[in-house]
């Protein structure tokens, strides 16, 4: 487990700042209560195996411990280099950009499933949407009981979205949470 170097950190900061904007600030100086310590540590980015972890330092510090090649993860893991360098974020990082999400969309019960299994969000299962998306901007996806479900990209602005028909689509299905029983042996 390493820390990101300069090149790995920018693209790992641009998709974040694309889901999370101005509120990356938060996410990186976010104080961490873990471990023996009385003054809170902070979190940081680690590499191991091509993966990119949110862990807090006093973990890192605890696993410097453990062979490389019996530490299998820490943290929770945000995204994974491909095998041509690119960033992706994964569906654990959930959570994380759940708290911080600039852009939110809200689906109807009748359309939770169909993103569920992978499908992109239509128009006509959007229960709310918020201002001033623009398109290609990320998108954190929740039911109407504000429970995350996943996240992708707006296919088109607030203001298209609102002349289009109901079977336009509005988000590109990036990850979901059903992706932890249709792929369990990938994560």
């Not at 998709?15 to 938060?26: D, I, R």
């Not at 995204?79 to 969309?105: D, M």
């Amino acid at each position: 487990m390493r820390p990101l170097d300069e090149q790995e950190t920018t693209q790992v900061f641009e998709k974040l700042h694309k889901f999370v904007g101005n509120n990356l600030k938060n996410i990186v100086e976010n104080p961490s209560h873990e471990g023996p310590d009385n003054t809170p540590g902070r979190y940081c980015f680690r590499l191991q195996r091509n993966r990119v972890y949110y862990v807090s330092e006093s973990l890192v510090k605890r696993a410097t411990n453990i062979k490389r090649d019996n530490l299998i993860a820490l943290g929770t893991q945000i995204g994974k280099f491909t095998k041509g360098g690119k960033f992706h974020l994964t569906v654990q990082c959930l959570g994380l950009l759940a708290g911080h999400a600039k852009h939110k969309v809200w689906l109807k019960p009748t359309s939770e499933m169909s993103f569920l299994y992978g499908n992109n969000v239509l128009k006509g299962g959007v229960g709310r949407i918020t201002e001033s998306i623009s398109e290609h901007d990320g998108v954190v996806v929740f039911s109407m009981s504000d429970v995350p479900l996943g996240f992708g990209v707006a296919a088109k602005s607030t203001q298209d979205c609102r002349k289009m028909d109901p079977n336009g689509i509005v988000v590109l299905h990036q990850a979901d949470i059903g992706e932890y029983l249709r792929m369990e042996d990938e994560l």
